[in-house]
């Protein structure tokens, strides 16, 4: 256990010593101010399309605009754009290894195969936990100070509203399922960076495999309603759950075993790949 945690902390350091790593944290400091801010100065138009939605229902004075209605859609983005900060890590961990040749060197010293994969997992694990709070604190933390705190409105068949106590609460459930959804994408790039000892090929296959199975998952095509059980996207939506009333934990609960399942397939045909891999160079 001893040894695992010291590759396990190495395997961080060597993360945080790659430029690539600070691509997302650099993006999501710099991006996510910015939207607050042309928020604030210009306004939001969700505001108007819901209101449209609603008919003449209700009559609205003020405005319900704030830092964590803004927060809430931002994190539409991490349906597809989000993971990919995630992969530039996941993808290049193991293949970055092979392609440096320094897993000979590595396995000479008393450390198992098995060390060496759940070591580098755990990093990645950690890297993506830290990324996903952090524009979960950049959102929230900016929003409130550009754009401003208040009351959440959420416009999901009807209206529910969120004291701010509430809304930080259900956000930091969100982005707790935002973990586990992203973990999914990182140990899928992390079994193909296993596999090879290219960082780019990863990158494109996670990618790819993401997007059609996203495809998959939305297009309303009655004979894709066999196989849409067994895409992992079709779970993704799992960190928009907490914002409803009443919380549907069996919902959450249901979901999250899914993914943490293949969370738990990715890894261990990592392990079976690379237990098995011809360490040559």
């Known amino acids: 256990m001893v040894l695992l945690l010291k590759a396990w902390f190495y395997e961080v350091v060597k993360i945080f010593n790659r430029w690539r790593t600070y691509i ?4 999501i400091t710099i991006l996510v101010p910015i939207i607050m801010y042309l928020t604030h100065r210009f306004g939001f138009d969700v505001q108007d399309q819901a209101l449209r939605s609603l008919g003449d229902s209700v009559v609205l004075v003020g405005t319900l ?3 964590f209605l803004v927060s809430y859609y931002l994190m539409n983005v991490m349906w597809v754009h989000f993971p990919f900060f995630i992969v530039l890590v996941s993808g290049d961990i193991m293949a970055g290894e092979g392609a440096a040749g320094t897993f ?3 396995l000479t010293r008393p450390i198992s195969r098995f060390q060496v994969v759940t070591a580098k ?5 950690f890297y993506t936990f830290l990324i996903v709070f952090f524009l979960g604190v950049i959102s929230i933390g900016s929003g409130m100070l550009i754009v401003g705190g208040g009351d959440l409105l959420v416009f999901d068949k009807g209206i529910l509203i969120l004291s ?26 992390f079994l193909f960076s296993s ?18 199975s996203y495809i998959l998952s939305v297009i309303q095509i009655d004979a894709l309603d066999v196989i849409r059980p067994y895409l992992f996207t079709t779970y993704f939506d799992v960190f928009f759950a907490p914002f409803a009333s009443p919380i549907p934990w069996g919902e959450i609960a249901r979901k999250s075993a899914v993914l943490v399942a293949y969370v738990v397939v990715f890894y261990s045909v990592s392990l079976w790949i690379f237990s098995r891999k011809d360490i040559t160079s």
């Not at 997302?24 to 993006?27: A, D, E, K």
């Not at 509430?166 to 899928?188: D, G, H, P």
């Open 195 to 212: 596999a090879t000892s290219n960082g780019i090929g990863p990158i494109i296959g996670t990618y790819a495999v993401l997007v059609v």
């Open 121 to 125: 997992f755990l990093a990645t694990f």
């Open 104 to 106: 000979r060197i590595l």
């Open 164 to 189: 701010q106590n509430e809304t930080l609460l259900r956000f930091l459930l969100a982005y707790c399922l935002a973990v586990v959804v992203q973990m999914v994408v990182a140990s899928l790039s």
């Open 24 to 27: 997302g944290f650099v993006t």
């Open 65 to 67: 605009v704030n830092g």
